[in-house]
């Protein structure tokens, strides 16, 4: 004899199964299709930006090296004779705005930025990293 049907018996003791229990719903079919592929990486951004102020002697480049490197830029930073900091920055396009618009103009603490100059620039290879070069 075959297990109860009732309502109180288990969902999984009741009879008859029927063929559309095992069937997918046509909803759910089409959704549940190939998963969908991630979307492109954007393709890299670069600017170099000459930055003003009190910024030499005050740790700036290799506060610039720290935090490129955590955003995860490649490119270089070095001083310049006139007085300036003048640094090469090339990564996504949202860590590169990151850097220009809200790292560089705070700086380390004993920096003050009176401007950043950006100018645009062609990108570098990533596997360059970020590094300090000398004065020019």
């Known amino acids: ?5 009732s309502a109180t018996a288990p969902r999984f003791l009741r009879f008859p199964f029927t063929a559309t229990a095992a069937t997918p719903r046509r909803g759910m079919a089409a959704s549940a299709g190939a998963p969908s592929e991630p979307p492109p990486p ?3 951004k670069a600017v170099r930006v000459v930055v003003k102020g009190r910024v030499q002697g005050v ?19 070095r001083n310049r004779r ?5 640094a090469l920055l090339s990564g ?13 103009p705070v700086g380390p603490p004993a920096s003050a930025v009176t401007a950043v100059v950006p ?4 990108p570098v290879d990533p596997a360059e990293g970020f590094h300090r070069k000398p004065t020019a």
Do not use: C, H, N, Y
């Open 59 to 77: 740790f700036f480049r290799d506060w610039t090296v720290e935090t490129a490197r955590s955003l995860g830029l490649a490119g270089w930073v």
């Open 1 to 5: 004899m075959f297990p109860s049907t």
């Open 42 to 44: 954007p393709s890299p």
């Open 119 to 122: 100018s645009p620039a062609d």
């Open 82 to 86: 006139d007085g300036t900091v003048e």
């Open 92 to 104: 996504e396009p949202d860590k590169v705005d990151e850097m220009v618009s809200r790292r560089i």
